[in-house]
T-cell receptor, first 111, second 114 residues
Framework: TQLLEQSPQFLSIQEGENLTVYCNSSSVFSSLQWYRQEPGEGPVLLVT?????EVKKLKRLTFQFGDARKDSSLHITAAQPGDTGLYLCAGFSGSARQLTFGSGTQLTVLP | DTAVSQTPKYLVTQMGNDKSIKCEQNLGHDTMYWYKQDSKKFLKIMFSYNNKELIINETVPNRFSPKSPDKAHLNLHINSLELGDSAVYFC?????????????FGPGTRLTVT
């Protein structure tokens, strides 16, 4: 069974601070996705990283895929209240033909 | 123009009842999924259909039966509901030909069994 552990599980910060969320596994994934979920809604895809060592930027969000394709990180610069939500990483395994979701990080950005 | 829609949004029912949740996608995707999100927000896949054919069937009680009348619809029927079935159920869709099966989720159905 492939497992994805996210840390921290909960994060509460002030507006303007920076933060990093980690997603780790002992398994290798073909690619890794990050989703954000807001209360009462379904997860929404933020980014997909495919190549080991790949870095993608989405405005104030920076995503990195580990060289060995077993881990990923999400860094948010100058967090805003609108960034509040549940962040989920998800690893794709071609052999299993499905996504494995991480345990989630609940981020709260206080104004 | 909703991409993935689910009905109902909320479902409150008693133990032992049978209920259904419906899902529709208008994205032209060929694969649809049912996920269960528990109280700790952990998201776990239950079923996946590709062009109306079941391709993933995780360890789920056989009280849960998915049905895909066509590739734009995937319904979930649950028999003899139990307290432990209380959760949020998400439908999702994707295109199998993409690199990583990127998922588009519906808004979820919060099922409460009393």
């Amino acid at each position: 069974t492939q497992l994805l552990e996210q840390s921290p599980q909960f994060l509460s910060i002030q507006e303007g601070e920076n933060l990093t969320v980690y997603c780790n596994s002992s398994s290798v994934f073909s690619s890794l996705q990050w989703y954000r979920q807001e209360p009462g809604e379904g997860p929404v895809l933020l980014v997909t990283v495919v190549t080991g060592g790949e870095v993608k930027k989405l405005k104030r969000l920076t995503f990195q895929f580990g060289d060995a394709r077993k881990d990923s990180s999400l860094h948010i610069t100058a967090a805003q209240p609108g960034d509040t939500g549940l962040y989920l990483c998800a690893g794709f395994s071609g052999s299993a033909r499905q996504l494995t979701f991480g345990s989630g990080t609940q981020l709260t950005v206080l104004p | 123009d909703t991409a993935v829609s689910q009905t109902p949004k909320y479902l409150v029912t008693q133990m032992g009842n049978d209920k259904s949740i419906k899902c529709e996608q208008n994205l032209g995707h060929d694969t649809m999924y049912w996920y269960k999100q528990d109280s700790k927000k952990f998201l776990k896949i239950m079923f996946s259909y590709n062009n109306k054919e079941l391709i993933i069937n995780e360890t789920v009680p056989n009280r849960f039966s998915p049905k895909s009348p066509d590739k734009a619809h995937l319904n979930l029927h649950i028999n003899s509901l139990e307290l432990g079935d209380s959760a949020v159920y998400f439908c999702a869709s994707s295109l199998l030909a993409t690199v990583a099966y990127e998922q588009y989720f519906g808004p979820g159905t919060r099922l409460t069994v009393t």
